[in-house]
C-alpha cells in the first residue's frame, strides 16, 4: 500500500537552514507536497511539486525530488521563530481531486 | 470567503453516545475530505466526496463511522457508538478539482 515515511523532530538552530526529508512509496503519485500545521490549526499548503520536476523554489523555501529514490526534501533558508510547526509530506495522484496519503509529520524546533 | 467551518471545535462526550462532526466547505469547491490525527497514526484520510458523491470510504475504520454529504455547502460524519479510542483531531478539508487542499481549524473529539 502506500505509504510516506518522515523523521519526528528536527531541531535547528535560528538562522539556519532546515532540511526535512520524505520517503514515499507510490511512483505514480502526480503530484508531492508539503503542508505546515502550526498549533491548533488545521494544515496549510506551503508548497508542491509536480513529479516530472527536480526542484522547486519559492522564495525561502525549496523542494528537491529525487524520483529514482523516492525521495523528497524541503529546505526552509534562514529559519525563523515562526517557522516552528509540523511539517507533513503528502502524495497523491489527483491534484487536490483526490484523497491525500500524508506522513506523520515532523516536527520544527528552532533554538534561538 | 471564511473558509472551511467546522462545528464543534471541541467536543467531549461520554463512551457509547452518537457524535456528530460538522462541515462547510468553501463555496464552489467540489471535493471534501474527512482525516482523522492521531499522535500513534498521524494523519489518517477516511472519506471524500466528489460533486456530493462519495468516491473513496476505505478509511472509514469500521461500521460505526459514518459520513453524508446531503448538498455542495454541507457534509457530517458521525460516530455512532463512539468509543475513547475515537478521541482524535478529526479535520475536513475541501478544494476544487485539480487544486490545492484547504483545511478547516479541526474538532478535537475526546470520549471518555
Known amino acids: 500500500g502506500e505509504d510516506v515515511e518522515q523523521s519526528l523532530f528536527l531541531s535547528v538552530r535560528e538562522g539556519d537552514s532546515s532540511v526535512i526529508n520524505c520517503t514515499y512509496t507510490d511512483s505514480s503519485s502526480t503530484y508531492l507536497y508539503w503542508y505546515k500545521q502550526e498549533p491548533g490549526a488545521g494544515l496549510q499548503l506551503l508548497t508542491y511539486?509536480?513529479?516530472?520536476?527536480d526542484m522547486k523554489q519559492d522564495q525561502r523555501l525549496t523542494v528537491l525530488l529525487n524520483k529514482k529514490d523516492k525521495h523528497l526534501s524541503l529546505r526552509i533558508a534562514d529559519t525563523q521563530t515562526g517557522d516552528s510547526a509540523i511539517y507533513f509530506c503528502a502524495q497523491g495522484s489527483g491534484g487536490g481531486a483526490d484523497g491525500l496519503t500524508f506522513g506523520k509529520g515532523t516536527h520544527l524546533i528552532i533554538q534561538p | 470567503d471564511a473558509g472551511v467551518i467546522q462545528s464543534p471545535r471541541h467536543e467531549v462526550t461520554e463512551m457509547g453516545q452518537e457524535v456528530t462532526l460538522r462541515c462547510k466547505p468553501i463555496?464552489?469547491?467540489?471535493?471534501l475530505f474527512w482525516y482523522r490525527q492521531t499522535m500513534m497514526r498521524g494523519l489518517e484520510l477516511l472519506i471524500y466526496?466528489?460533486?456530493?458523491?462519495?468516491?473513496?470510504d476505505s478509511g472509514m475504520p469500521e461500521d460505526r463511522f459514518s459520513a453524508k454529504m446531503p448538498n455542495a455547502s454541507f457534509s457530517t460524519l458521525k460516530i455512532q457508538p463512539s468509543e475513547p479510542r475515537d478521541s482524535a483531531v478529526y479535520f475536513c478539508?475541501?478544494?476544487?478539482?485539480?487544486?490545492?487542499?484547504?483545511f478547516g481549524p479541526g474538532t478535537r473529539l475526546t470520549v471518555t
Open positions: 466526496f466528489n460533486n456530493n458523491v462519495p468516491i473513496d
Open positions: 478539508a475541501s478544494s476544487l478539482k485539480g487544486d490545492e487542499q484547504y
Open positions: 511539486i509536480f513529479s516530472n520536476m
Open positions: 463555496s464552489g469547491h467540489n471535493s
